[in-house]
Structure formats: C-alpha cells, structure tokens
T-cell receptor, first 114, second 109 residues
Framework: NAGVTQTPKFQVLKTGQSMTLQCAQD?????MYWYRQDPGMGLRLIYY???????DKGEVPNGYNVSRLNKREFSLRLESAAPSQTSVYFC?????????????FGAGSRLTVL | GIQVEQSPPDLILQEGANSTLRCNFS?????LQWFHQNPWGQLINLFY?????KQNGRLSATTVATERYSLLYISSSQTTDSGVYFC???????????WGAGTKLIIKP
C-alpha cells in the first residue's frame, strides 16, 4: 500500500534547465496537489487538480506547469529553473476537493537550483 | 487573505511533559486541519477539526471557530512527537488550504 509516491527524491539543476517531478497515488483519490515548502514557512499551493482532466492555479503558480495524466498521476514541470525555485516539493492527494477530506502526502522532493 | 499564526514558534520539552500549541486565524474558515511533519520530512494529518474537540490517544485538539483559534494538546510527550506541527485553514471563498509557519517541537529524552 504505497499511498503517494513522488520522484525524484533529490535533484540538482543549473539555472535554465528543465525537469519534471512525478507523482502517483494508488488510493483512487480524485484530487491531487503540488505544494512547495521553504525554510521556516508552511506549505504553499502551486497547482491542484480537483478531478481528472482539470487543473487550477494555486497561490504560487508562476514558473510551473502541471499535467494530470490520468486519475493516478499528476506531474509538475519546471520549464526554466531559477534559484528561487530551490525548495522541497510535496505532492498530496485527497478523496475529493471539499473541506472535509484529509490530505495524504508523498515523502517530498528536494530541489536545488544553482 | 486569511492570516494564520502559530505559537510558540519553538518549544523544547523533556519527555513526559505536556504541551499546548496554538493556531490563530484572522477570518472565519470552512475547515481546519492539524499536521505533523517528522524530522525526516514526512507530513501526516492529525486532525480535521473545523469546530469542537477531538481526541486521538495522547493528542487532542479543540477549535473555537467563533473566536478564531485552535489548540493542539500533546500529553505525556515522547521523543517520537518531535517535529513541526502545522495548522492549515480553508477559507469559505475557495478550497485552498492556507498554512501557518508551524511550531517546532523538540522532546528531549
């Protein structure tokens, strides 16, 4: 019972390089999310997908794109990485996009942009 | 937008002590959740508690929605309770959780 799996766990990029963070969940959840966590701060929502086929911007979407590939998978792409995108990225999922649903998180991906 | 403030920012306790963590929010909310992030970074939901009181073992939480605060109680602390505790609120206007900056708890053996 894997829950939410995200890859890679660690990545170092040079400014301007591109990369994709992958996320998959096996809980048959409808909603998926990408957050970033910076030191000393809470999580900030980058993008979310309320259901398969839909994506919406969160609080900090600039510099990112997402794809909800199917119900299980939700990827986050950095087209041209910048040092300000150095952060820990978390993927999460929930049964539905309503207030009562508990979030389940992946283990995180630590990204460093030089 | 809604502001979420957690206090204290840091807390160091001996094993066996009790603690109270506070979360204040600046406007009425649809939903409030407490999370624990362990020292290895894993985030786990502790409570979904928009109002009232809930208990789960040594942990309990109370939200007083009319006064815009929530409290997380940890009794008989263990070293495994160490980590960062976050509260996150969901405004009525949208479904995006707004997170506090967290309380970092260190339990010494």
């Amino acid at each position: 019972n894997a829950g939410v799996t995200q890859t890679p766990k660690f990545q170092v990029l040079k400014t301007g390089q591109s990369m994709t963070l992958q996320c998959a969940q096996d809980m048959n959840h409808n909603s998926m999310y990408w957050y970033r966590q910076d030191p000393g701060m809470g999580l900030r929502l980058i993008y979310y997908s309320a259901s398969e086929g839909t994506t919406d911007k969160g609080e900090v979407p600039n510099g990112y794109n997402v794809s909800r590939l199917n119900k299980r998978e939700f990827s986050l792409r950095l087209e041209s990485a910048a040092p300000s995108q150095t952060s820990v990225y978390f993927c999460a999922s929930s049964l539905d996009r309503t207030g009562a649903n508990v979030l389940t998180f992946g283990a995180g991906s630590r990204l460093t942009v030089l | 937008g809604i502001q979420v403030e957690q206090s204290p920012p840091d807390l160091i306790l001996q094993e066996g002590a009790n603690s109270t963590l506070r979360c204040n929010f600046s406007d009425s909310v649809n939903n409030l959740q407490w999370f624990h992030q362990n020292p290895w970074g894993q985030l786990i939901n502790l409570f979904y508690i928009p109002s009232g009181t809930k208990q789960n073992g040594r942990l309990s939480a109370t939200t007083v929605a009319t006064e815009r605060y929530s409290l997380l109680y940890i009794s008989s602390s263990q070293t495994t309770d160490s980590g960062v505790y976050f509260c996150a609120v969901e405004p009525w206007s949208n479904y995006q959780l707004i997170w506090g900056a967290g309380t970092k708890l260190i339990i010494k053996p």
